[in-house]
């Protein structure tokens, strides 16, 4: 049986709709001024992974903004559980916005905008697709372009200022390369377009402790090295550090933790994916199993 909502469904203007249907205004200043914060959360297997994490993110987020959606948690995640089972996506990529929204009286005073929650569910996204996961990502650390410093956007809100985040891929391309890492004003790494990064060097795993957003799957991957017995530290991580890694990787929601093989054209360590990535990678998608972790969707039978 095909539904409509087969491609994905959307929660726009407080009506659920196919995505293909899903529009909003011209006028709201999300578009217009990037004034806009989001999340993204994963449904796999039929589940939500980390909902309460990525919620208490997104409510964060838009308080940093001064952002009220429109909808308390238990609405945003009684949405959240809807648009997952009108698509019937068993696997599936989750994004909540909320947006400035549109002037009132035509004032530009955003203190008297009416906010808006818009939110959507569309089939899972990989960052780098399971069957390249063994070649591992070509990575390269940008020359051309910094991330923007953290004092003028805060990272740890997730936010749509992608403007060095698209510079730096549009570099890694015309390197030959497909996934840049950034960084900040002090040589130090930062993060990539919509994903942390993790170095293993001697036997600690690192990953830079400021200067990025506070990945769910970052802090998963923490604490499924503790758990392996695995010491791993969140740093200032220079550029020079982070070139002597021996095992590198990438971590976001929309791929979960991916294997960096190509630094710069050079191979990290031997060029394969190595045993410590490897682990965590197994324990990251054993993870999607444990029911401490997941709240399931209810499908339709
Ligand atoms: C979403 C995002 C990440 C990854 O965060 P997860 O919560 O692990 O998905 C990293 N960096 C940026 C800039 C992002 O937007």
């Known amino acids: 049986m095909t539904s409509e909502f087969e491609h994905g469904a959307a929660f726009v203007d407080g009506e659920l709709v196919p995505i293909e249907r899903a529009k909003i205004s011209l006028v709201d200043t999300g578009f217009s001024r990037s004034d806009v914060t989001y999340d993204v959360v994963a449904v796999w297997d039929g589940a939500f992974f980390r909902l309460d994490d990525h919620l208490d993110r997104f409510e964060r987020s838009c308080r940093m903004l001064r952002l009220t959606p429109p909808y308390d948690r238990a609405e945003m995640t009684r949405i959240l559980l809807d648009l997952a089972r009108v698509s019937g996506l068993r696997e599936a990529y989750v994004e909540m916005l909320c947006t400035r ?52 956007v805060d990272p740890t809100v997730k936010n749509f200022h992608w403007g060095d985040l698209t510079r730096g891929l549009f570099e890694a391309y015309d390197r030959g390369a497909h996934y840049p ?8 790494i930062t993060e990539g377009a919509g994903y942390n990064l993790f170095a293993l060097v001697g036997q600690r795993l690192l990953t830079p402790a400021g200067g990025a957003l506070e990945g769910i799957t970052r802090r998963t991957v923490l604490e499924l090295a503790a758990e392996e017995g695995i010491e791993a530290v969140a740093v200032d ?43 965590i990678r197994e324990r990251y998608w054993q993870a999607h199993k444990d029911p401490r972790y997941l709240t399931p969707v209810d499908y339709p039978a």
């Open 181 to 188: 890492i950034l960084l900040d004003r002090d040589d130090n």
């Open 101 to 152: 929204g549109v002037a009132r009286h035509g004032s530009r005073d955003p203190r008297t905008f009416e906010n808006r929650f818009y939110a959507y569910a569309i089939p899972y996204v990989w960052l780098l697709r399971p069957e390249q996961a063994e070649m591992g990502m070509d990575a390269v650390i940008t020359r051309t372009v910094r991330r923007i410093p953290t004092s003028s």
């Open 237 to 279: 991580l220079s550029e020079s550090t982070f070139r002597t890694a021996t095992e590198a990787f990438a971590t976001s929601t929309a791929g979960g933790v991916m294997p960096i093989t190509s630094l710069d054209g050079r191979p990290v360590g031997d060029g394969r994916v190595g045993a410590t990535t490897r682990l």
